[in-house]
């Protein structure tokens, strides 16, 4: 603290200032009981800014290796809980700083030379969005894995698909496990595209023009493990695209995971019964013993209206913003923080179930054969012997309303009772009746039949092995 006209002005900014700030505005305006989460970063950002001012003649070595240091040791204060942050230091930039020049003396005061906390910040979300986005990479192809794994061992595991969510035709159980494979390669492929274009460093551009200070932006740019540094001055500090790309590319994982966890929801349920969760997944009633509730999918479902509405915060908080830096960008830290922890969190949540899931057998095959799902495998058979297929549907559609009457399946009713309907109908009828005729017919890329599933998981592991 120092003292000026007997005024208390103990901010690193106060030298204009003639009173102290407001306690309450002290409090409103910190960000540091969130962005100290940034610390790693912040850290690594300044030693690259530090090493950058030597290597152009700012810094002395002596003076650059005593700022490395001691940034070091306070990262391991930090990491011990050790570090005592200070709420007048408003943010992890200023805190970390303050306890620089408290460690090494004036050297420490150095180190801002040629940068602004407005660079610095920029820098610091961009480091710690990448960083996670590679743990995200890697959490999705690890369930994805499981999923290839699950669609091998199930190919021919016979289930009802649905469209309205009325029994259509049936399907490999395995090949739905593959269209969730599909879907999160696409959000694969949304990140790591969102990883490339944000991988360019704004140090350098200062408050907002850049500095007068001879500094070679291409060397920290490398030292960060930046492609090239960022254009120009004004967009590298007002630029926060990053991270609306960033949740938008999360919000669409949450809308697959959540209908993932829809789809098990029901599938669990007693009316579906197609699958069993592992206990360790689910939890019990405090009232009904019997019960067993998939909490995990049903949060993850629920969880994820928290990240759409943080997608939401983000380009509301953007929009209408003049150029440059605005104090509104402090605000874009918690809803990313808290999407990336959920993303984190429900992902492995479904990387560590999906490999337990059991599925039941007899109890999807009756399903699939309550309700006419082989009734396109009949139409398409009349349309093979010669019948137009809108002739065909009529034909089948007739078949499927007697067969409701009867309480019977089409392979339940005899050759003489099909062939009133149509006298086209002969014995080879049956065999294309069957759940597994329908399925294996479905031959061709993309379709139902289990050897295309087994091209689809062999595809999908090769396309696993290469990342
Ligand atoms: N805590 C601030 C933020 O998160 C750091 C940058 C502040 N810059 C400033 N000129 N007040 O955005």
């Known amino acids: 603290m120092t003292q000026q006209n007997g005024k208390s002005t103990d901010r690193m900014w106060g030298g204009r200032f003639s009173e102290a700030t407001d306690a309450f505005v002290e409090r409103f305006t910190a960000s540091i009981d969130f962005d100290k989460r940034l610390y790693r970063q912040d850290i690594q950002g300044s030693i690259a800014h530090a090493s950058m001012l030597e290597k152009v003649g700012v810094l002395s070595l ?85 999923l290839v794994d699950l669609a091998e061992r199930e190919n021919s595991t016979i289930m009802p698909g649905f469209t309205h969510l009325q029994t259509a035709q049936p399907i490999s159980f395995g090949h739905h496990m593959m269209a969730w494979f599909e879907m999160l390669d696409r959000d694969y492929g949304r990140f790591s595209d969102c990883r490339k274009r944000m991988n360019v460093s704004p140090l350098g551009a200062a408050a907002l023009a850049g500095t007068t200070f001879p500094i070679d932006r291409d060397y920290t740019a490398q030292l960060l493990d930046f492609d090239r540094p960022t254009n120009n001055s004004l967009d590298s500090v007002g630029d926060r695209d990053f991270a609306i790309e960033f949740s938008a590319s999360g919000s669409l994982l949450m809308i697959h995971l959540s209908r993932f966890s829809e789809e098990l929801v029901l599938w669990t349920s007693a009316q579906f019964d197609f699958i069993e969760l592992p206990d360790r997944f689910c939890t019990g009633s405090s009232i009904m013993p019997q019960k067993k509730n998939p909490d995990v999918p049903e949060l993850v479902r629920g969880k994820s209206g928290r990240v759409f509405g943080h997608l939401s915060s983000l380009l509301m908080l953007m929009k209408s913003q003049p150029l440059a830096y605005n104090k509104d960008n402090q605000e874009d830290k918690e809803p990313l923080f808290d999407i990336i922890d959920t993303l984190k969190d429900c992902l492995f949540a479904y990387g560590e179930m999906m490999p337990a899931v059991i599925c039941k057998k007899e109890s999807m095959v009756a399903a699939t054969m309550k309700g006419y799902a082989t009734a396109t495998d009949l139409a398409d058979y009349l349309v093979k012997k010669g019948l137009p297929f809108r002739d065909a549907h009529e034909v089948v559609g007739k078949a499927v309303g007697v067969g409701i009457q009867k309480g019977l399946d089409l392979s339940e009713l005899t050759l003489a009772q099909l062939q009133e309907f149509s006298e086209l109908i002969q014995e080879d009828v049956f065999s294309v009746l069957t759940l597994a005729g329908s399925l294996n017919a479905r031959d061709h890329h993309g379709g139902t039949a289990p050897n295309q599933v087994l091209k689809a998981v062999a595809a999908a592991r090769e396309k696993l092995s290469r990342s």
């Open 62 to 146: 002596d003076e650059t290796n005593q700022i490395k240091d001691g940034l070091i040791e306070i990262q391991s204060e930090i990491e011990a809980g050790t570090f005592k942050w200070s709420v007048a230091l408003e943010d992890i930039h200023m805190n970390i700083e303050a306890a620089l020049t408290q460690r090494i003396g004036s050297v420490g005061k150095k180190l801002h030379t040629g940068r602004s906390r407005n660079d610095q910040v920029a820098t610091d979300i961009k480091l710690y969005v990448r960083d996670e986005i590679d743990q995200i990479l890697q959490l999705i192809r690890k369930l994805q894995q499981a």
